[in-house]
């Protein structure tokens, strides 16, 4: 039994909506633009392809199937964004790197102290975990 457009329209957009879930951005984008209708399945390829950071190929599709005008108002937005994500990662990290070094620090210098120190907190930290498993 043929299936008709509308509903392989409809099992590609949930075959993508699955891809995104999955991760699989770059392979949901593909569904969304070649079985999807209107502005709104490029919108939705445009935002999976930039989790997956293909802009590049955002730009290519929506200059081709919408035209130029419409990058700026599709593709920029989620460039930004992702921008923003980026940054607030960075500066995640910078916290936690500045969390960290002073602590490298503390232990470097009790292990210049103490050399078997470390296996201390190894054995310990083995201890806890095996309490952790066993619960």
């Known amino acids: 039994m043929a299936m008709s457009a509308i509903d392989i329209g409809d099992l590609a957009s ?3 909506d699955a891809l995104m879930v999955r991760g699989e951005y770059a392979d949901a984008a593909r569904l969304y633009v070649d079985y999807g209708t209107g502005d709104a399945a490029i919108e939705k390829a445009v935002k999976a392809l930039a989790k997956a950071y293909q802009f590049s190929e ?9 035209g130029p005008e419409k990058i700026s108002e599709m593709v920029h937005p ?3 964004e992702c921008f923003v994500q980026t940054t607030e990662l960075i500066s995640d990290l910078k916290g936690q790197i500045g969390a ?8 470097r210098e009790k292990k210049a ?5 470390l ?15 066993d619960e």
């Open 78 to 80: 989620v460039i930004m």
């Open 58 to 66: 955002a730009f290519r599709i929506v200059n081709r199937k919408l």
């Open 100 to 107: 960290q070094v002073p602590r490298l620090k503390i232990l």
């Open 119 to 133: 296996n201390n907190y190894r054995a310990d930290n083995r201890k806890l975990f095996r309490r952790q498993c």
């Open 14 to 16: 949930r075959l993508a």
């Open 113 to 117: 102290e103490d050399p078997g120190i």
